[in-house]
Each structure stands twice: as C-alpha cells, then as structure tokens.
Nanobody, 123 residues
Framework: VQLQASGGGVVQAGGSLRLSCVLSRRIYSSTAMGWFRQAPGKEREFVAAISWSGGVTYYADSVKGRFTISRDNAKNTVYLQMNSLKPEDTAVYYC?????????????????WGQGTLVTVSS
C-alpha cells in the first residue's frame, strides 16, 4: 500500500475531524498531494491540494475557510483539517499523489490513490 488514509468517522454538524494520509517513502519524494471525496450517487470531486513544499494550496469553493490542507514531510504525512462540518460534507475521502501540482486539480491529475476513509456528518 502506497498511501494510507485514516481519521474518518461520525461527527455532528459544526464539528471537526482531521484526516491523515501517510505516504510510502518510495513515492513521497517531490510529490504534490490532494484530497478528493465521493458522496453516495455522486462523482468524485476535488477538495484540496498542496505542493511538495507546502507553499501552494488549492481548495474547492465549497470548503474554503473551513478545511485546511497541510503536510509534514518529516513524517511523510498529509493532513486535512475539517472544521464547521456540514451534512453535505458526508462522503468517502481519498488522498492522492502525483509529481506535479496543477493549478486547477482534477482526479485525472493524480496517478496514485489511497483507499478511502468515510466521513459522516449528522444534522
């Protein structure tokens, strides 16, 4: 397994969760990272992405101001801090990696994917 996501769970609306994604050393070097999500019956959508240095980040409009993506390169880990969660944030969240961070990230821009972690936000 090259990417391992964790941290999902059940939370009430307005609550917070932090997702983590650990990358294997073999693919961690100089990788951009992204988080995507897929709700039941919907297509996978972009959530957030971060450059290798952490200096560049992108967010979907729906999560701006509520979610924060960050990374700790010493731990080969990327995080997604999710605050002020809403029921519409309920989805399976996936982390993904690739060598290049595109300015308008889509799932096609990422070649390596982890298994998902389920986030359920109750109203």
């Amino acid at each position: 397994v090259q990417l391992q996501a964790s941290g999902g769970g059940v939370v009430q609306a307005g609550g917070s969760l932090r997702l983590s994604c650990v990358l294997s050393r073999r693919i961690y070097s100089s990788t951009a990272m992204g988080w995507f999500r897929q709700a039941p019956g919907k297509e996978r959508e972009f959530v957030a992405a971060i450059s290798w240095s952490g200096g560049v980040t992108y967010y979907a409009d729906s999560v701006k101001g509520r979610f924060t993506i960050s990374r700790d390169n010493a731990k080969n880990t990327v995080y997604l801090q999710m605050n002020s969660l809403k029921p519409e944030d309920t989805a399976v969240y996936y982390c993904a990696a690739d060598r290049i961070l595109h300015s308008d990230p889509t799932s096609e821009d990422f070649g390596s994917w982890g298994q998902g972690t389920l986030v359920t936000v109750s109203s």
